[in-house]
């Protein structure tokens, strides 16, 4: 079991530049989650889908941030143009069809926009 | 809409002293509840989890809490801490049959050898 794959691990990069997030959720996961953990906030919920479908965007905070889902086995999260307040750790997480199960987390990406 | 109080933000104790995390949440219906670990510089991993049955649930690396229904609590559990407890704890819950989860703000817990 390969996991939550998110790359790259790490991004720095100069403030109005595009970012882009990727994720690979566990094979056979219906539900695809993005977060976004910075000190001050804390871990938030920013997009989900279920079978490759937005469900719920309410938490992206601005225009900037765009999600997709082209398949079952690959996300993007897009920022563009990129802030300095974008800085955080964006985790990618994914869960089977059930409620009662948990998400899993990939390792996240570290980004900083300078 | 459901939300989770963590009462605590940052906990610091010594090795072999006992640990209880609070966590209270607020919604009147079924609940599935869970407890993370983020390990510094690491993801969130699955502690233990309650959907049914023994409200007092057990995980892993010694870690139990119990559902408390009439308190809306589900507070974390564990006799005797380590240092490498050292990390921050996350109390979740998702409610309706939704698998929209909604996570407290994180308790920090360091243990000092």
């Known amino acids: 079991d390969a996991g939550v794959i998110q790359s790259p691990r790490h991004e720095v990069t100069e403030m109005g530049q595009e970012v882009t997030l990727r994720c690979k959720p566990i094979s056979g996961h219906d539900y695809l989650f993005w977060y976004r953990q910075t000190m001050m906030r804390g871990l938030e919920l920013l997009i989900y889908f279920n079978n490759n479908v937005p469900i719920d965007d309410s938490g992206m905070p601005e225009d900037r941030f765009s999600a997709k889902m082209p398949n079952a086995s690959f996300s993007t999260l897009k920022i563009q143009p990129s802030e300095p307040r974008d800085s955080a750790v964006y985790f990618c997480?994914?869960?089977?069809?059930?409620?009662?199960?948990?998400?899993?987390f990939g390792d996240g990406t570290r980004l900083s926009i300078l | 809409a459901q939300s989770v109080s963590q009462h605590n933000h940052h906990v610091i104790l010594s090795e072999a002293a006992s640990l209880e995390l609070g966590c209270n949440y607020s919604?009147?219906?079924?609940?599935?509840l869970f407890w993370y670990v983020q390990y510094p510089g690491q993801h969130l991993q699955l502690l233990l989890k309650?959907?049914?049955?023994?409200?007092l649930v057990k995980g892993i690396k010694g870690f139990e809490a119990e559902f408390i229904k009439s308190k809306f609590s589900f507070n974390l559990r564990k006799p005797s801490v380590q240092w490498s407890d050292t990390a921050e704890y996350f109390c979740a819950v998702n409610s309706g049959g939704y698998q929209k989860v909604t996570f407290g703000i994180g308790t920090k817990l360091q243990v000092i050898p």
């Open positions: 309650y959907f049914s049955g023994d409200p």
């Open positions: 919604y009147g219906g079924t609940v599935n």
């Open positions: 997480a994914s869960s089977p069809g059930t409620t009662n199960q948990p998400q899993h």
